[in-house]
């Protein structure tokens, strides 16, 4: 397994409540600002853990629930999609999401952005699968020593985040770096 990529056999973790404190929802929906929007696309969605809190917090009609790991989308279709069935799992490949063009109104990824191998082209998908004016949301660890998280050399800038969704057609909103743990990019599509 690429040392970058995610365990799966450490599924568990993702659902720990402390993932809400340290990455609250609310923080997320008072930058991105959105009125009553209809889709979502988490991609790296993991367990759908986030998911489930912004289907909470905001109410869309669905969100594709988007990973490239066969255990995290079986594991989503036999314990979340039961009790939320506007969360759909989809199998996806690093660089590519089967659903339409101009599909959501966010796009979001927490704590994926270190995994890729490739940003650009995971951020020109997110670019196409959003509506026009729709929004991208990535958090990930902040590129410090800390005892959580991925080792802080795979760790990510967010000021190289802003240049990389700069140059897949994005107009930045803002970055944040208010959270403890975490940063926050927020990009919208022209």
């Known amino acids: 397994m690429n040392d970058k990529k995610f365990d799966p056999k450490k599924l568990k973790k993702l659902n720990n409540p402390q993932r809400l404190v340290d990455i609250p929802v609310t923080f997320i929906a008072d930058k991105l600002n959105m009125k009553k929007p209809e889709v979502f696309v988490e991609i790296g969605a993991g367990t759908a853990f986030f998911c489930i809190a912004f289907l909470d917090h905001f109410k869309p009609e669905k969100i594709y629930a988007c990973d490239i790991s066969t255990v995290m989308l079986t594991w989503i ?89 700069d140059k897949s057609g994005f107009k930045i909103i803002q970055i944040s770096k208010e959270l403890p743990k975490h940063f926050l990019v927020v990009g919208e599509k022209h």
């Open 77 to 165: 279709r036999e314990n979340v999609t039961p009790h939320y069935p506007e969360i759909i799992p989809v199998q996806t490949t690093e660089n590519s999401v089967p659903l339409d063009d101009n599909t959501a109104d966010l796009v979001f990824m927490i704590n994926l952005h270190h995994e890729l191998d490739d940003p650009s082209r995971s951020l020109t998908e997110s670019y196409r699968l959003l509506k026009p004016g729709g929004k991208i949301c990535i958090l990930d660890w902040k590129k410090e020593e800390m005892t959580e998280g991925p080792p802080e050399k795979i760790r990510c800038h967010p000021e190289h985040v802003n240049e990389q969704l």
